[in-house]
């Protein structure tokens, strides 16, 4: 399989998704929203992998939304109604942050650069992210009085960091990220891939029935927890907050 803005290969039984807008530092514009999903169907399908490992190619791992045009950032032909607003965020945007955080096989986001706003919901949503160093990490876009939709933040750093981070709109590196919980792991970069594949390894030696198990285990905990309430709830307040200063 081949996609316009995303890479694939597998070997090991390790797939490796790799964002490949290395001149947008991976930026997701309407393409590659839309590869996203197709690059996730089709490594599920793919029985040669148990592990996914998810990066970027170039400078970046992601910078966010793309503001040239994206289906999050740029009004529908003929404006913005509410329909068209319902259909754009449940279908073209949230569908694709559960597609990720409910993916039957184990994830990785393996980080460098810029990791920001959406970017950052990418590795959130990864079971487990590691990120080098010198990594930059956040969601700048709060500055601009952007919501932000993504439930996770709170659920994983806690109320105080979490609005600290999101209210300022400042950005950390790997070392704080690692250190306060919004990432796994934090390496000097140059060890980066050597480490995201040790990883990627042990998980995909675990037979995929039992991997699934364990994962359908652990999101159920965050169910019962309020966090699929907590993405309802975000997904319809981004809604009302479009609609009034539309």
């Not at 290969?9 to 999903?37: V, W």
């Not at 279908?91 to 955080?101: E, F, H, N």
């Amino acid at each position: 399989m081949s996609f316009k803005t995303i890479l694939y290969e597998s070997k090991n039984k390790i797939g490796y998704i790799t964002l490949n807008r290395p001149e947008k530092h991976n930026a997701m514009d309407y393409q590659m929203l839309d590869d996203l999903d197709a690059v996730f169907d089709h490594a599920e399908a793919d029985k040669s992998v148990n592990a996914i490992v998810l990066k970027g190619n170039g400078k970046s791992f992601c910078s966010g939304y793309d503001l040239g045009g994206s289906y999050y950032t740029t009004a529908p032909e003929g404006g913005w109604t509410y329909r068209k607003l319902y259909d754009i965020l449940e279908k073209k945007i949230y569908a694709k942050y559960l597609r990720l955080w409910k993916f039957p096989k184990p994830t990785i986001a393996q980080i460098h650069g810029h990791c920001l706003a959406a970017g950052c919901y990418l590795q959130l949503l990864c079971d487990i992210s590691i990120a080098a160093d010198n990594a930059n990490l956040g969601h700048p876009a709060t500055r601009g009085g952007f919501s932000t939709s993504m439930p996770l933040w709170q659920v994983y750093l806690g109320i105080k960091k979490a609005r600290y981070l999101l209210m300022t709109g400042l950005t950390i590196n790997g070392k704080e990220a690692e250190r306060i919980g919004l990432v796994s792991l934090s390496v000097p970069e140059e060890e980066l891939e050597e480490k995201v594949n040790e990883i990627a390894t042990r998980l995909a030696e675990v037979p995929p029935n039992g991997a699934l198990h364990g994962k359908i285990t652990l999101n159920t905990a965050l169910e019962i927890m309020g966090v699929n309430t907590l993405f309802t709830y975000h997904g319809q307040r981004n809604k009302n907050v479009r609609m009034i200063f539309r």
